[in-house]
């Protein structure tokens, strides 16, 4: 069974990169052996880089499920997912993934994939993109708030 | 300048935090020191657990710009990007990112920041959520699709 849901991903995955739609990528969750969700990659079509093929499925069977996790459904990607697949993949809560390619075969398809795991183990001054932390009087003010509140919905 | 921004991804974290309407997040991105766009943490309202500060202010950041990169862009954020959102700001080629508070305080109020950072640099098949590789036939024929087709966009 996992193989045919992981074929589908690559089915979808090889019609972007056939027609030029969207980046050579696809995704299919399933919850109970049943397809939930299913996408390619939609970056360049829809202009937003965070239009991933997993990322939109997780999307899709969310808004299916009207619910912001995907407790014991699987995800089957045509590649390994990305690092910013990979934290939402955690976010949702998903139980399993399985994938086809690996990072270092996006990596010589000339994605960044490989890239952006090296950088994710840098101090956050040191990566290619500089990223700051300023000290401000306020910045805690969020959590400490958020903590306070009971009538919060936490994820 | 980048105090003033900052202290704005504050204010929508706190509006979030105090009413909650959301995590406890906000985001802002300019360019040339005008604002793209801003927007807090949609996750629990949107039932979309990509829905960060940061993936949604990129979203509408490129719907501005009608395009899926954020060249010379920078991006103000209440806490240190999680792992999702770090990706993103690559794929999104942000140039600089500023943040308040960082993935332990995030981790000090119950949030999975830390945890995921600290899955990522794991092999997959020992991450929490097991991450198997499946071998098939067509696994690479996305790529070489891909990397045949002349009329594709890279991104």
Known sequence: ?????????IDLA?????????GPYG???TKDNCILA??????TRANDPTAHAEIMAIRLACQKLSNFQLRRCILYSSCEPCPMCLGAIYWARLEKVYFACDRHDAAAANFDDSFIYNEIALPPSERHITMLQISLPDAMRPFTDWTKNSNKEPY
């Open 1 to 9: 069974m996992h193989e045919v849901f992981l074929q589908q991903a």
């Open 14 to 22: 090889v019609n972007n990169a056939k027609t030029g739609a969207g």
């Open 27 to 29: 995704a299919v969750i």
């Open 38 to 43: 299913a996408s390619s990659n939609q970056v």
